[in-house]
């Protein structure tokens, strides 16, 4: 690759460290230039990137899976953007996700936006790029269920399902590869379900969005490689979030019995594999479906 003037680094955030105070890698690669004075001739991308500080933008994450995601990715040395629904949501969860990654000594901020519309989600996009200089990696994690029978599903049953699991998915995705694209470099993680591999009845419109983000993660992953992103999904089983605590103990009842780890995952046992999937360690795993589900479908 040939080398780059920069004044800023790739992802334009890290400020220049003053001259003759640079240290480690950064001391191997400054060239003082006159017509440039502090200019920076990288020419080691991959050690750069290892060195400066990255984004993560979550989405649904002012409580369960994404809420424990950002504290994971923060704890990796991430910076956050925390997507929350409403200004209700930064206030009832988010500020307080925000502040448990501040707490790792990495940068975090909640983002209003309902990731149903389609602008909006390019606002967000270009506010998170203004704030942090960059996005790394994006995790499509909102989601709803509004379960029932075909017998009995309503049009806005299904509607209201797909439109914010498996639409939002293609809003992000399209602003989003796009910063992506101009670095050179992201990893875009899609939050899918078991139900969307196998079916589950009573949740038609569900599984539908959730098989619906496993093609996309694939034709994402097949269009966006040569740009270096890496696209994957996840399909977590039961987990214990407050999606899972409304349901009827019947259902928990039947869902124990075929799980081979004999109980629920916790939400730290999903952000794990996401952590996996946004590091350097997943570089070359793209395409891919990554169950989570302690042995129920298998
Ligand atoms: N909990 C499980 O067992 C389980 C299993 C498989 C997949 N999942 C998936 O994991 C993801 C997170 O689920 P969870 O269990 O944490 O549920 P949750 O209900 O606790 O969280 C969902 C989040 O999505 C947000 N959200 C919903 N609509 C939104 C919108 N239009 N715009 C922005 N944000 C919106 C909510 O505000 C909330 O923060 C979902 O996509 C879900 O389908 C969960």
Not at 65 to 76: F, P, Q, T, V
Not at 203 to 229: C, D, F, H, P
Request: proline content about 4%; hydrophobic content about 40%; glycine content about 12%.
């Amino acid at each position: 690759m040939p080398p780059v003037w920069s004044g800023l680094n790739s992802y334009g955030t890290a400020p220049l460290p003053p001259d003759g105070v640079c240290s480690g890698w950064f001391e191997r690669m400054k060239l003082n230039r006159p017509d440039a004075p502090g200019r920076v001739l990288y020419n080691q991308p991959d050690e750069r990137e290892s060195t400066l500080a990255k984004t993560a933008l979550i989405t649904g994450a002012s409580q369960g899976l994404g809420a424990e995601m950002a504290r994971r990715l923060a704890s990796d040395g991430f910076q956050i953007a925390v997507n929350c629904r409403s200004q209700a949501e930064v206030e009832n969860g988010g500020n307080a996700v925000a502040a448990a990654c501040r707490a790792y000594g990495v940068e975090a901020a909640c983002f209003i936006c309902d990731v149903t519309g389609f602008e909006a989600c390019g606002e967000m996009v270009k506010a998170v790029k203004e704030r942090f200089g960059s996005i790394d990696v994006l995790v499509n994690n909102a989601g709803i269920t509004r379960d029932g029978l075909l017998a009995r599903m309503s049009e806005e049953q299904f509607d209201s399902v797909i439109e914010v699991n498996l639409k939002s998915v293609f809003n992000m995705m399209r602003h989003v590869s796009g910063v992506m694209i101009r670095q050179r470099g992201g990893k875009i993680i899609n939050v899918s379900s078991v139900a969307g591999l196998y079916g589950n009845a009573g949740q038609m419109n569900y599984s539908a969005s959730k098989a619906g983000i496993v093609g996309m993660t694939l034709t994402g992953a097949k269009e966006l490689g040569g740009r270096g992103i890496t696209v994957n999904a996840i399909a977590p089983g039961f987990i214990e979030t407050k999606m899972t605590e409304v349901l009827p103990e019947k259902v928990k009842e039947a869902a124990l019995g075929n799980i081979a780890l004999g109980r629920f995952g916790k939400p730290e046992e999903v952000a794990s594999v996401v952590s996996f999937l946004a590091s350097k360690d997943a570089d070359y795993v793209s395409g891919q479906v990554i169950v989570i589900d302690g042995g129920m479908v298998m």
